[in-house]
Nanobody, 114 residues
Framework: VQLQASGGGLVQAGGSLRLSCAAS????????MGWYRQAPRKQRELVAD???????IYADSVKGRFTISRDNVKNTVYLQMSSLKPEDTAVYFC?????????WGQGTLVTVSS
């Protein structure tokens, strides 16, 4: 499975960005796709994920501001980020978890200026 992420960039605090991650290859019918982020000198953390059935999980720090969604036909997961804060600055990685393996995208940088 290959993952291609896009949509990162520089935005002012309070602004919005939308990340996309398209999966290709041997996509299973049951899986989880998600977004993680890693800020400088911090561990990678879960931002949100969504199952193929549409169940979602969010980190407490992004609840009410970020929305994860997916298009199962396009095998693409989206992360709509609103009310961005400087502490959201990080490299965002998408992840695909199938029944037996997991795969990571290359990461896209999100920088939120104050």
């Amino acid at each position: 499975v290959q993952l291609q992420a896009s949509g990162g960039g520089l935005v002012q605090a309070g602004g919005s960005l939308r990340l996309s991650c398209a999966a290709s290859g041997r996509i299973g019918s049951i899986d989880v796709m998600g977004w993680y982020r890693q800020a400088p000198r911090k561990q990678r953390e879960l931002v949100a994920d969504i199952t193929s059935g549409g169940s979602t999980i969010y980190a407490d720090s992004v609840k009410g501001r970020f929305t994860i969604s997916r298009d199962n036909v396009k095998n693409t997961v989206y992360l709509q980020m609103s009310s961005l804060k400087p502490e959201d600055t990080a490299v965002y990685f998408c992840k695909y978890a199938g029944r037996y393996n997991e795969y990571w995208g290359q990461g896209t940088l999100v920088t939120v200026s104050s």
